[in-house]
């Protein structure tokens, strides 16, 4: 990946979780990254500060992995806000990015802004305009498949270079694990971790068990970002993900089995599900990139549970 080497890259949400792993990949591969962090009062919702970081040089690239978001409960209480804040601060990044005159924009955009309701195997990109996005997620699916218009209108009208990675469920190292923003697998990977600590006869699974997702190793992730970011430069979208699916009961069972925990898994119905089925189809990635992740999800797994046991109490606020 010398293409990297002194590319100036922005990087905005750089120091979140995907953006963390991002940054720290393209530094060791000799790329000049800028990442305007949020806690430093970069904040992309105004206007001023998006016009302000395309100021700082001249970027031969920005990565935008900036958004408000959390897992599923996260949404309730927060529709609105999670609608305005990702659909300024995505409109504003991509918008100023053209007019600064940046030459790519990788846009990083997640598999909830698909059609929620399909009953398709999996989720294909020719497919991605076809539905109603999720109720359990529909503003923020929805503000950031705004964004994946909004590249191609600047594209049709400028020509300009955007993509559109949709990324499945990522997890790994470093995630968060604090209730309010983690997914599924980190919240079922700490309820088993705090079962078997404290001996707890049962965990608790929310909804049904049934719900099929696709959960790809974040350090998988990045290698199909950057391998997009350096070879795909078509608009329309292109999913990163692992291309296989496993039901909530069956990852509970993998954790379970992982963490060493023997009690019981009891399912409370009255906790939403979400869509039922949410599998990529990993073929035009394979076309594009010609590349396929490589980590195990039990492996993976371990790693997470592993960092988990290491940095507990900064984990589970984080
Ligand atoms: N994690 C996943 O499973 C997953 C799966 C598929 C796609 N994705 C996509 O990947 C992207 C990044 O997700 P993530 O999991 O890395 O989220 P994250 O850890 O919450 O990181 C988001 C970053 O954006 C920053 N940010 C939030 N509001 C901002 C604002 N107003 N101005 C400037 N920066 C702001 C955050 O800063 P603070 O933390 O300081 O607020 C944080 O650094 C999102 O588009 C997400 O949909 C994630």
């Known amino acids: 990946m010398s293409f990297f080497q002194d590319k100036k890259i922005a990087i905005p949400g750089g120091n979140g979780f995907v953006g963390g792993y991002v940054t720290a990949r393209l530094e060791g591969l000799g790329a000049k990254v800028f990442v305007p962090k949020h806690s430093d009062g970069w904040d992309f919702t105004k206007e001023a500060d998006a016009k302000k970081l395309y100021l700082q040089d001249t970027f031969d690239m920005v990565i935008n992995c900036a958004a ?184 509970a069972l993998i954790i379970k089995r992982i963490v060493g925990y023997e009690g019981e898994l009891v399912y409370n119905t009255e906790k939403p599900d979400g869509a039922m089925r949410k599998m990529f189809s990993v073929k035009n990635m394979q076309e594009k990139l010609h590349w396929l992740p490589e980590t195990k999800l039990e492996l993976g797994i371990a790693e997470t549970v592993e960092w988990l046991d290491k940095n507990y109490e900064y984990a589970i606020t984080h």
Not at 125 to 150: C, L, M, N, P
Not at 214 to 226: H, S, T
């Open 68 to 251: 408000f978001q959390g897992g599923i409960g996260f949404h309730t209480g927060k529709q609105g806000d999670l609608y305005f804040s990702n659909l300024l601060m995505g409109t504003y990044l991509l918008q100023f990015a053209e007019e600064a005159g940046v030459k790519k924009f990788v846009n990083i955009v997640a598999g909830c802004s698909y059609p929620g309701y399909t009953n398709h195997e999996e989720l294909k990109e020719e497919e991605y305009w076809d539905g109603k996005v999720h109720e359990s997620i529909f503003s923020y699916g929805f503000a950031r498949k705004a964004t994946v218009v909004q590249g191609l209108a600047l594209f049709k009208q400028h020509n300009f270079n955007s993509i559109h990675l949709i990324l499945a469920n990522l997890y790994g190292p470093g995630e968060h694990f604090n209730p309010d923003q983690s997914k599924a697998l980190a919240g079922l990977i700490k309820k088993f971790y705090e079962a078997k600590k404290g001996n707890f006869p049962s965990v608790e699974i929310w909804g049904s068990g049934k719900p099929v997702r696709d959960w790809l190793y974040v350090k998988d992730a990045v290698e199909g970002i950057l391998k997009a970011a350096e070879s795909y430069n078509q608009v329309e979208p292109l999913n990163i993900a692992s291309g296989v699916g496993i039901s909530i009961t069956d990852l």
